[in-house]
């Protein structure tokens, strides 16, 4: 007797509990803020995703779809192991997060009272910065994408020439159609002797010849800058005194990957480069390390993945002099599994950069430190690749698999192993420094 008493009395109060917390749980105090700092950003009007998730009717007729998709941590996605390093741009949401969720999808989905944000302030349009770019290179014509379901990659070769060469305070990528964008980067070169005209606009790295590419190669010879978006990502602007200098003369190299889309579309894509007249004291290097890049040739074993084969392949390559990372972007194709990035001091400490532990060539990004990152002098740096060009990877292109290799431009079919890094020379307290990416500036 006196047992079943203590038994209903503890399930009155977890009953009761629970439904107390579930109660509590409102849109406008609890919910709100997860979905528009963590979602928001990709899913409104005109974004890659698919619907918005803006307001609160947004979010509560699609309140059991948000649970799963949360619950299974294919939304918000974020691909770089949390335990083995954090970064400025993390997004993600906590298990109590994901349960607060749940409860409130599952019991009536409160509003809450309290309304503190506007939904609609938080939806971005348009540029980030508060006056006028700079200077606004874009391609000269539409590229028109057929409707015909294939994914393309194409890179747009955008020449420029300057009076002088300009410092820069912030740049952002720019285009009129968002929703046939999967991503995008671009990569500054700076071309004082060549031709930069007289060469093709862009070239179709899906459906064109292999050796085309070979043009743009000669023009890689001095990157200055490396940058990229994703849906959801914003400008990117500089810590003070901390920037790059837009050379008098170059190309940017603007490759971008077009989503699958059935009915025909248009898209001007380029980039808004804001100038500064405060001298960059530091300048930013870039350097992109593997496949297409330094030490290509030292990738052990050979690179190459036979048909039906798992294998992994590592680069080692040694810090010149003590360096400072700003972001790194790792980078493989569709057989791609594992990617690891990390340095070994001459002290033999480790540096924990990177770790992708399920690969989706879908969710590359570039990943930027909280703060400032030393490697000093002489840290070995070692990139790890694991491919599995099995008929098991849902994602191998090739059924049946077929060898694989790399030529260095990039065809999605090949593959690559490749460590983009953005640093600058080691100064005394860099590791103070702190890098806000996600600040929309
Ligand atoms: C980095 C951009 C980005 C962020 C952040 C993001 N999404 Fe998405 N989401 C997408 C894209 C793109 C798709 C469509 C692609 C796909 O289905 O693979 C999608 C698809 C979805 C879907 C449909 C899934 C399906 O199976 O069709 C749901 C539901 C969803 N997101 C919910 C969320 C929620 C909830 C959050 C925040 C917790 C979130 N998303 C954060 C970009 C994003």
Redesign the pocket.
């Known amino acids: 007797m006196r047992c079943s008493i203590a038994v209903s009395v503890v399930f009155f109060l977890i009953f009761n509990i629970s439904r107390v917390a579930a109660q509590r749980i409102t849109w406008s105090e609890h919910i709100a803020p997860?979905?528009h700092r963590?979602?928001t950003?990709?899913?409104q009007n005109g974004d890659?995703?698919?619907f918005p998730?803006v307001t609160y009717e947004d979010v509560a007729k699609?309140a059991a779809?948000?649970k799963k998709?949360?619950q299974s941590r294919?939304?918000?996605?974020w691909k770089p192991d949390p335990h083995y390093s954090t970064f400025a741009n993390q997004?993600g949401?906590t298990d109590e997060e994901i349960t607060m969720i749940a409860e409130w999808a599952d019991h009536g989905m409160a509003k809450g009272k309290k309304v503190e944000v506007k939904d609609e302030a938080l939806v971005v349009t348009g540029t980030h910065h508060n006056r006028k770019p700079d200077l606004v290179l874009k391609m000269s014509k539409p590229f028109h994408v057929k409707g015909d379901n294939l994914e393309r990659f194409i890179v747009f070769k955008l020449p420029f020439e300057l009076p002088d060469s300009a410092n820069v305070e912030a740049i952002q990528f720019t285009t009129t159609n968002n929703k046939i964008i999967h991503h995008a980067n671009y990569e500054v070169d700076a071309v004082p002797d060549l031709d930069i005209y007289h060469t093709d606009d862009y070239i179709n790295l899906t459906e064109d010849n292999r050796f085309k590419y070979d043009q743009y190669v000669p023009f890689r010879k001095h990157m200055i800058y490396y940058g990229g978006w994703?849906?959801?990502s914003f400008g990117e602007s500089y810590p003070e005194n901390i920037g790059w200098v837009m050379p008098k003369r170059g190309v940017i190299l603007l490759t971008m990957h077009y989503a699958p889309v059935a009915k025909e579309e248009d898209n001007v894509s380029g980039v808004e480069i804001y100038f500064t007249k405060t001298p960059v004291k530091r300048q930013i290097r870039a350097i992109s390390l593997g496949s297409g890049g330094v030490g290509e040739k030292e990738i052990d074993p050979f690179f190459y993945i036979p048909a039906n084969a798992v294998k992994t392949f590592k680069l080692r390559v040694t810090t010149p002099e003590d360096q400072s990372l700003l972001y790194v972007w790792p980078h493989m194709h569709y057989v791609g599994k594992v990617f690891k990035a990390y340095g070994v001091t001459p002290e033999k400490d480790t540096i924990k950069l990177v770790q992708i532990p399920d690969w989706n060539f879908?969710w590359q990004e570039i990943y930027w430190f909280p703060t400032l990152k030393k490697i000093p002098k002489g840290t070995i740096l070692t990139i790890e690749g694991t491919y599995d060009n099995t008929a098991n990877n849902p994602n191998n292109p090739s059924n049946p698999p077929q060898l694989v290799y790399s030529n260095g431009d990039m065809k999605s079919t090949d593959e690559m192993l490749t460590l983009v890094m953005v640093y600058l020379p080691y100064e005394k307290d860099d590791e103070h420094i702190i890098l806000k990416k996600n600040e929309r500036f």
Do not use: S
């Not at 294919?74 to 996605?77: G, K, R, S, T």
């Open positions: 997860l979905i963590n979602c950003p990709c899913h890659a995703a698919p998730l699609r779809f948000v998709v949360t294919f939304m918000p996605p997004r949401l994703i849906p959801g879908n």
